[in-house]
């Protein structure tokens, strides 16, 4: 009996603070950090959401005894998820280059800072230019989304994106306010 309650306190303990263990960390910032750091801010409507699932191979190169660099057995391959939500942009605030309709690349999980977004509903987004090391290829384009500029973003939580316009409108009112 005190194994089980031994097991029954640690899975309680487990699911109470597994959020906690592997959320995702944003460092303390302003709406003011926010708007200045932020390549583009627009308010847009979600029209699609994609979910992108790939696996990618990270080798991990060594030096052998022959004193040549060869792939190590360490290398591994891992998942790497987002979500590409499409955006019909209703407003332009910062960086009036966006086009009318924008593809915003977000982590698909919480825990990785992604937003979660819902089709049909309109936020102030603050984008950052999505410029990969590598070309990023994606299903609905032969072209890598790097020469696509103006059109391809990034974001998450830990920026400024938020469904509540109206009070992300007053924080870049307030933003211009003390500026000026």
Same mark, same amino acid.
Request: hydrophobic share 35%; aromatic share 18%; proline share 4%.
């Given at each position: 009996?005190?194994?089980?309650?031994?097991?029954?306190?640690?899975?309680?303990?487990?699911?109470?603070?597994?959020?906690?263990?592997?959320?995702?960390?944003?460092?303390?910032?302003?709406?003011?950090?926010?708007? +200045?750091?932020? %390549?583009? /801010?627009? #308010?847009?409507?979600?029209?699609?959401?994609? $979910?992108?699932?790939?696996?990618?191979? @990270?080798?991990?190169?060594?030096?052998?005894?022959?004193?040549?660099?060869? +792939?190590?057995? %360490?290398? /591994?391959? #891992?998942?790497?998820?987002?979500?590409?939500? $499409?955006?019909?942009?209703?407003?332009? @605030?910062?960086?009036?280059?966006?086009?009318?309709?924008?593809?915003?690349?977000?982590?698909?999980?919480?825990?990785?800072?992604?937003?979660?977004?819902?089709?049909?509903?309109?936020?102030?987004?603050?984008?950052?230019?999505?410029?990969?090391?590598?070309?990023?290829?994606?299903?609905?384009?032969?072209?890598?989304?790097?020469?696509?500029?103006?059109?391809?973003?990034?974001?998450?939580?830990?920026?400024?994106?938020?469904?509540?316009?109206?009070?992300?409108?007053?924080?870049?009112?307030?933003?211009?306010?003390?500026?000026?």
């Amino acid at each position: 009996m005190k194994l089980f309650k031994s097991l029954f306190l640690f899975f309680v303990l487990f699911n109470f603070y597994q959020n906690s263990l592997f959320a995702c960390s944003c460092s303390p910032h302003t709406y003011i950090e926010d708007y +200045e750091d932020a %390549d583009v /801010i627009f #308010i847009g409507k979600v029209t699609d959401i994609q $979910y992108i699932y790939k696996w990618i191979w @990270i080798p991990k190169i060594e030096l052998n005894e022959d004193g040549y660099y060869v +792939e190590s057995k %360490d290398s /591994i391959e #891992i998942q790497h998820q987002v979500n590409l939500v $499409y955006f019909e942009v209703t407003r332009r @605030i910062k960086n009036m280059e966006v086009l009318e309709r924008v593809e915003v690349v977000t982590n698909i999980l919480d825990s990785a800072c992604g937003y979660h977004f819902e089709k049909g509903e309109s936020y102030i987004l603050y984008g950052y230019n999505f410029m990969p090391k590598k070309p990023y290829y994606f299903p609905h384009s032969d072209l890598p989304l790097v020469t696509l500029p103006g059109k391809h973003f990034s974001t998450s939580i830990c920026t400024g994106t938020t469904h509540q316009i109206k009070n992300g409108l007053n924080q870049i009112e307030q933003y211009w306010a003390d500026k000026n």
